[in-house]
C-alpha cells in the first residue's frame, strides 16, 4: 500500500481543522430552525422522562434513545447553541472507539475516519440539534465492528460491540435499525457462502439482538400510525418517483460530489480491492448497504413513504469504508493514481465550501421576525395573541416554539405573548401597533385560511388588521389599520404585506 498517512498528516490536520471549522462557523450564522425546536420540545429537561417518552417522544417518527441523551446532556448544558455541543462529544468518543476497532489495519481505519470526518454529512448535522450526526458515527463504528467479526479478530468482543453499537443506533433512528439488521443478514449469508453455518446462527443472533429493544419499541408506540407519520396515500409511481429525487440528492450529489478525487480513485482500485484477502468483508458491506437500500424503497412504496435524503446517512459510512479499502488497494503501477492520493484532504477542504447555501441556509427567517418586532420597542410588556397552530402530535408545540423563538426580542422589557383563545377580553392597546402573530406555519399558503378563521372565531377584527408575511408564509405578523410604516418590508424583502 503506497498510502502514507503520516507524510500526509498536515493536509489531513487542515482538513480536519476546516471541517471543524465549519461547523462551528454554522452555530453562529445558520440560526436553529423548526425541527431543532422539535428535538428540544421532546428534551425538556425540567419534563419527567417517563412523562416525556409516554406523551410526547411516542408521537414522533423517531425512537427515543436521542431525545433520553439530548435531555440528560441539558440537565447541564441548556441552550440552543450549547445543545448543539452534543455533537461534538459523539464525534470525538466515536473518534477514539473507532482507533481502538482499528484491528490489525491502522492506516486503513485512519483513512476512513479522516473520510468520515470530513463528510459533508457530519460537517453539516453536527450544527443541528438532531439525532443525525449521533447516527452517523454510530453506524460507522458498526462498520467497523462488522468487519472485524469478518476477519475473526476478538470475536466475541466485537459480537457484544456490535450489539451494543447497533441497539444504539436502531434506537436512534429507524433507518438505522434497518441498516442494521441488512449488515448483519449480509455478515451471516458471507459466512455461510464460505462453509461456515454455525457463523450464521451466531451473527443472527448479534444482529436479532440488536435490533430487539427498537422492535419492541416499534411494537408499542406505532410510529407507522402516530400523528407525526406521512401519508401512506401518496401512490406508488409518486413514491417511487420522490425515493428516487432522494437518492439522487443524498447519494449522489451530497456524497459523491462532495469529494470525487476519492469518487475516482475508488471507481480505479476497486477491482485491485475485490482480488485482495478483503474482498469477503467488503462484498458483506455492500450486500448490506444495498439491502438497506431495497428494504427502505418496499417500505416506501408498499407500505408507507417516509424517504427522506438524510437517511441514506446510515450507509454513507458504509460507502466511505469501501471507497478507503479501495484506495489502499491501488497498485503500485497506478503511478498518477498514487500521486493523486496525497491531495484527498485537498479535495474535501475544497469541496466543503461547494455547499456553504446548504450549511448556511436560514431556512426559517424567524430572525427577521424579531427584527420587524423590535422596530416597535412600545409594544414591550404588551399584551400580543399569538396564533397556535393544530397539531395532533404535539398540542402545545406552537405555543412552546413561539415562545422560545421570540424570547429576548425587547430588551428592556419583555414580548408579552397570550394564547388565542381565552384573549378575547384584550383591552386595545393603541401605543403598540402589533396585534397578533402567528409562527410555526407551513411554508406557502397552507394553513392559512384556517388561522383567518380562528382569529375571526375568537372575536379579533382580523380583517381590520394588515398581514404581512415572513419566510415564505412560515410567519405572520398583524399590525394596527393605518400603521403603514410598520406595513413596508424592512431590510431585504422577507416580509410581504397583505391588506
Not at 498528516?9 to 422539535?38: G, K, T
Not at 489502499?328 to 456553504?356: H, T
Request: charged share 15%; hydrophobic share 50%; with cysteine.
Amino acid at each position: 500500500m503506497r498510502l502514507n498517512l503520516t507524510r500526509d498528516r498536515c493536509l489531513w490536520l487542515l482538513a480536519l481543522s476546516v471541517a471543524l471549522a465549519f461547523i462551528m462557523a454554522q452555530w453562529s450564522l445558520r440560526p436553529p430552525w423548526r425541527d431543532e425546536y422539535w428535538a428540544l420540545y421532546f428534551s425538556e429537561p425540567e419534563d419527567d422522562l417517563v412523562a416525556l417518552i409516554r406523551w410526547r417522544i411516542s408521537n414522533d417518527v423517531h425512537p427515543p434513545l436521542y431525545f433520553s441523551i439530548l435531555r440528560a446532556w441539558r440537565q447541564w448544558f441548556d441552550g440552543e447553541y450549547a445543545a448543539r455541543a452534543l455533537n461534538l462529544v459523539f464525534i470525538c468518543v466515536g473518534g477514539a472507539l473507532g482507533w481502538a476497532l482499528r484491528g490489525d489495519r491502522p492506516k486503513e481505519t485512519l483513512l476512513f475516519l479522516g473520510l468520515c470526518a470530513t463528510s459533508f454529512w457530519l460537517v453539516f448535522y453536527s450544527a443541528e440539534i438532531r439525532m443525525m450526526s449521533g447516527v452517523f458515527v454510530v453506524c460507522a463504528l458498526t462498520v467497523l465492528a462488522g468487519r472485524n467479526l469478518t476477519m475473526g479478530h476478538r470475536v466475541w468482543v466485537n459480537a457484544f460491540v456490535f450489539i451494543g453499537l447497533g441497539a444504539i443506533a436502531s434506537l436512534s433512528h429507524y433507518f438505522a435499525a434497518v441498516w442494521v439488521a441488512s449488515f448483519g443478514l449480509s455478515l451471516g449469508l458471507g459466512s455461510l457462502a464460505r462453509g461456515h453455518a454455525r457463523a450464521l446462527i451466531g451473527i443472527g443472533t448479534i444482529s436479532f439482538a440488536a435490533i430487539l429493544p427498537t422492535a419492541c419499541w416499534v411494537l408499542l408506540s406505532r410510529p407507522d400510525q402516530n400523528p407525526g407519520a406521512p401519508d401512506p396515500d401518496l401512490g406508488v409511481l409518486q413514491a417511487l418517483m420522490d425515493g428516487l429525487e432522494q437518492v439522487l440528492r443524498g447519494l449522489i450529489i451530497k456524497t459523491g460530489f462532495a469529494n470525487l478525487l476519492v469518487v475516482g480513485l475508488t471507481w480505479l482500485g476497486w477491482q485491485a480491492a475485490l482480488r485482495s484477502e478483503q474482498r469477503h468483508e467488503l462484498l458483506c458491506i455492500l450486500t448490506g448497504a444495498g439491502l438497506t437500500v431495497g428494504i427502505v424503497f418496499a417500505i416506501q412504496l408498499l407500505y408507507l413513504p417516509f424517504i427522506k435524503e438524510r437517511a441514506f446517512i446510515v450507509i454513507i459510512p458504509a460507502l466511505l469504508y469501501i471507497a478507503s479499502v479501495s484506495l489502499c488497494a491501488l497498485k503500485p503501477e497506478q503511478v498518477r493514481a498514487q500521486r493523486c492520493l496525497k491531495w484527498v484532504p485537498v479535495a474535501a477542504i475544497a469541496s466543503l465550501p461547494l455547499f456553504s447555501t446548504e450549511f448556511f441556509k436560514d431556512r426559517e427567517q424567524y430572525g427577521d421576525v424579531r427584527a420587524y418586532l423590535s422596530r416597535a420597542p412600545q409594544c414591550a410588556d404588551v399584551d400580543i395573541v399569538a396564533y397556535e397552530r393544530p397539531s395532533e402530535q404535539a398540542v402545545d408545540f406552537s405555543w412552546y416554539f413561539t415562545q422560545r423563538v421570540l424570547r429576548g426580542t425587547y430588551d428592556p422589557g419583555t414580548l408579552s405573548l397570550r394564547y388565542l383563545y381565552g384573549a378575547t377580553d384584550r383591552p386595545v392597546q393603541d401605543a403598540c401597533p402589533v396585534r397578533a402573530l402567528a409562527l410555526a406555519m407551513p411554508r406557502g399558503t397552507w394553513g392559512t385560511e384556517e388561522m383567518l378563521a380562528a382569529f375571526t372565531a375568537a372575536n379579533h377584527p382580523v380583517d381590520d388588521w394588515i398581514m404581512i408575511r415572513f419566510g415564505e408564509g412560515r410567519s405572520y405578523i398583524f399590525v394596527s389599520e393605518g400603521r403603514e410604516d410598520l406595513a413596508q418590508p424592512f431590510g431585504q424583502t422577507a416580509a410581504e404585506t397583505q391588506p
